[in-house]
């Protein structure tokens, strides 16, 4: 049974997205601050993670219904849900990152706002942060959908 632990795998903590949230501002202060002229950051990046986000949570939503076996549902097959928790897996870790980098770049231009390029930056980064921290929610959420829950069925009759 030991071996078998080892192999299982486990939610998403808190400390990995944190460590990589951190890492990621560090790396977004470090750039901006060895840029002598930044450029303007493209503000694409918002609307794209906004709309994985709100994918992602859809799904969640969809997902959990058909892991709970609600009525008007097919039930969900073990290989689809598999994938699914790799998605929000990867999601979340990706969004920690993007989150701490943008949020490090908004940190580092803060102090010199009056420049209209900065002004941009600072925006845009924060924007993109926000948008990653949509995103992180989202993939948690879906992972969090993902899980079966405790099976109430195995209790004797007459035992609630």
């Excluded at 939503?61 to 928790?85: D, F, H, K, N």
């Excluded at 924060?126 to 209790?155: Q, V």
Aim: glycine residues 8%; charged residues 20%.
């Amino acid at each position: 049974m030991p071996e078998e632990d080892e192999r299982r795998m486990r939610p998403t903590g808190w400390r990995v997205p944190a460590l990589l949230a951190v890492v990621g501002g560090l790396l977004g202060v470090l750039l901006t601050n060895s840029l002598s002229g930044l450029p303007p950051l493209p503000w694409s990046a918002i609307p794209t993670l906004v709309l994985l986000a709100l994918a992602e949570g859809y799904t969640a939503g969809r997902t959990r219904r058909r892991i709970r076996r609600e009525p008007g549902t097919e039930p969900i097959q073990p290989l689809s849900a598999a994938r699914l928790v790799a998605l929000a897996k990867a999601s979340a870790l990706f969004a920690s990152l993007a989150l701490g980098f943008f949020a490090g770049m908004a940190l580092s231009v803060s102090d010199t706002l009056v420049l209209p390029t900065h002004w941009s930056v600072f925006l845009t980064a924060l924007g993109t942060a926000l948008s990653a921290g949509l995103l992180l929610a989202a993939a948690l959420y879906l992972e969090y959908a993902c899980r079966i829950p405790d099976d109430e069925d195995d209790d004797p009759p007459g035992v609630s």
